[in-house]
């Protein structure tokens, strides 16, 4: 166990509606990062909050928002949803010091887009 | 922009053997950290062994080592004693050791495992 946990588990959406992700950072981590895993693929990375503040961003459109919270728990916002988004959702907190920064994984989000 | 590679859709190794994955990674930058990630059927991503590329020592972590050929640019996971709970998804993983520190990831490799 990482101590990341995420909900829900699974999700079905249909074409053109909005999500929500949520993920709850191990305690004391101050970065999340979001990564999308298509089936079959590696994960993408998605963008990366660091003390609320967006700080990198991978190849995703920009109806791929989130938020972190003074708790630095997580949101992961995808608004229109298109069938190409189905998959599943990662997210992974670490402690940004100097070094290796190593990144903790919660179990993930399953989105299923109709 | 860097790029993981791993060539093997899967791999299969009897149970008590050992078996070995490759990676290869291209890039221009001198420092940084390479990772193996294992992903089991209950989709959490487990950090296997890491590796930082200013240590000329390959990494070891109990049954699980690393063969790192900077020059080369590869970087191969060797499990000794495969058991039955090794059988998941391996991925590799390079991260900068600049101010980015996303992960840029393989496609992956299916580890079965034969008793």
């Known amino acids: 166990e990482t101590g990341v946990t995420q909900s829900p588990t699974h999700l079905i959406k249909t074409r053109g509606q909005q999500v929500t992700l949520r993920c709850s950072s191990q305690s004391g981590h101050n970065t999340v990062s979001w990564y999308q895993q298509a089936l079959g693929q590696g994960p993408q990375f998605i963008f990366q909050y660091y003390r609320e503040e967006e700080n990198g961003r991978g190849n995703f459109p920009p109806r791929f928002s989130g938020l972190q919270f003074p708790n630095y728990s997580s949101e992961l916002n995808v608004n229109a949803l298109e069938l190409d988004d189905s998959a599943l959702y990662l997210c992974a907190s670490s402690l940004r010091t100097s070094g290796v920064n190593e990144q903790f994984f919660g179990p993930g989000t399953r989105l299923t887009v109709l | 922009a860097q790029t993981v590679t791993q060539s093997q859709p899967e791999m299969s190794v009897q149970e008590a053997e050992t078996v070995t994955l490759s990676c290869t990674y291209d890039t221009s930058e001198s420092d940084y950290y390479l990772f193996w990630y294992k992903q089991p059927p209950s989709r959490q991503m487990i950090l296997v062994i890491r590796?930082?590329?200013?240590k000329q020592q390959n990494a070891t972590e109990n049954r699980f080592s690393v063969n790192f050929q900077k020059a080369a640019k590869s970087f191969s996971l060797k499990i000794s004693d495969s058991q039955l709970g090794d059988a998941a998804m391996y991925f590799c993983?390079?991260?900068?050791?600049?101010?980015?520190?996303?992960?840029?990831w393989g496609a992956g490799t299916k580890l079965i495992i034969k008793p």
């Open positions: 993983a390079y991260r900068s050791a600049g101010s980015n520190y996303q992960l840029i």
């Open positions: 590796q930082e590329a200013y």
